[in-house]
């Protein structure tokens, strides 16, 4: 087993955030992992994506041109990263910020209204939670509560961010009891 995965949005939105956590993850269930982070000079709002690989074998390459995952935060990586994406390959989509229809249909996708399920948990910062918890009902490549308290040990020092984050990871995995699958 061997997945490749991008996540991709703006800085700001915990894209490195959910990379870390499926690599400290996958390392807790003995896998190979690779993490490769890129972000502009910004710190909030400019580009950001990070290459994920997690796999049983040795990663021969940390190049990953067509992955068979990705995590879309936005738009901006949505018009980038669409294109790059294997046929038949899985597309969560953060569907609060981005207004426009995928274009592949050679794809599966999940739109998730990220952003409004994470306002209404009570902080927008955890849609990047809510598009992982999604992830990771679809592709279970790490279990899920082990990620929950991969999730403990980063926020160790506020519990209200566990408990919030927490309940966007589930939220996220509710929404894809919810059959939102598109064509």
């Known amino acids: 087993m061997q997945e490749d995965l991008i996540i991709a949005g703006f800085g700001g939105q915990g894209i490195m955030l959910i990379g870390q956590l499926l690599v400290y993850s996958a390392l807790e269930e003995n896998k190979n992992v690779l993490w490769m982070p890129s972000y502009g000079p910004e710190t909030r709002g400019g580009f950001a994506n990070?290459?994920?690989i997690i796999s049983n074998e040795e990663i021969g390459s940390p190049i990953v041109?067509?992955?068979?995952?990705?995590?879309?935060?936005n738009l901006p990586s949505l018009d980038r990263f669409e294109d790059e994406l294997i046929p038949q390959g899985l597309m969560i989509v953060n569907d609060s910020l981005i207004n426009r229809k995928i274009k592949r249909e050679d794809i599966n996708f999940y739109l998730i209204p990220a952003t409004e399920i994470a306002d209404n948990l009570g902080n927008a910062k955890a849609a990047n939670?809510?598009?992982?918890?999604?992830?990771?009902k679809i592709k279970n490549v790490v279990d899920f509560t082990l990620t929950e308290k991969t999730l403990e040990k980063f926020f160790a020092n506020n519990s209200s961010l566990i408990e919030l984050n927490k309940k966007a990871l589930e939220r996220g995995a509710q929404e894809i009891a919810k059959e939102t699958l598109k064509p």
């Open 65 to 73: 041109a067509h992955p068979q995952s990705m995590i879309i935060m």
């Open 129 to 136: 939670m809510v598009d992982l918890g999604a992830y990771l």
């Open 50 to 52: 990070c290459t994920v």
